[in-house]
């Protein structure tokens, strides 16, 4: 079983930034080793949508929503993920939620979520 915990939400005003942080960890003994990692969010009464997606490579996807504003990056060692949200907008405003899947197994794990809201 793989954890992912998420930090770094909150309130921030459109045109600021913030940045999410999401670590992976497992229990003793379990053998995991993270592959595809990535930002999803969920407004009231919406859908869950994609937001970025990365690679252990590297290799980036942005929803186009989000393109040119919101970059991603990871820090393999430290089986952790970043979302840098730059000049971000009241409709950004959402529950974020960290997936990643564990290359071992193929299982797919998500966070518990991160409130980020933004102010006009």
């Known amino acids: 079983q793989v954890t992912l915990v998420e930090s770094g939400g909150g309130l921030v005003q459109a045109g600021g930034s913030l940045t999410l942080s999401c670590v992976a960890s497992a229990a003793s003994g379990t053998a995991f080793r993270i592959g595809a990692m990535g930002w999803y969010r969920q407004a009231p009464g919406k859908q869950r949508e994609l937001v970025a997606t990365?690679?252990?490579?590297?290799?980036?996807n942005f929803a186009d929503s989000v393109k040119g504003r919101f970059t991603i990056s990871r820090d393999n060692a430290k089986n952790t993920v970043y979302l840098q949200m730059n000049s971000p907008k009241p409709e950004d405003t959402a529950v974020y939620f960290c997936?990643?899947?564990?290359?071992?197994?193929?299982?797919?794990?998500w966070g518990q979520g991160t409130q980020v809201t933004v102010s006009s």
């Open positions: 997936n990643a899947e564990n290359q071992l197994d193929r299982s797919n794990y």
């Open positions: 990365i690679t252990r490579g590297a290799s980036k």
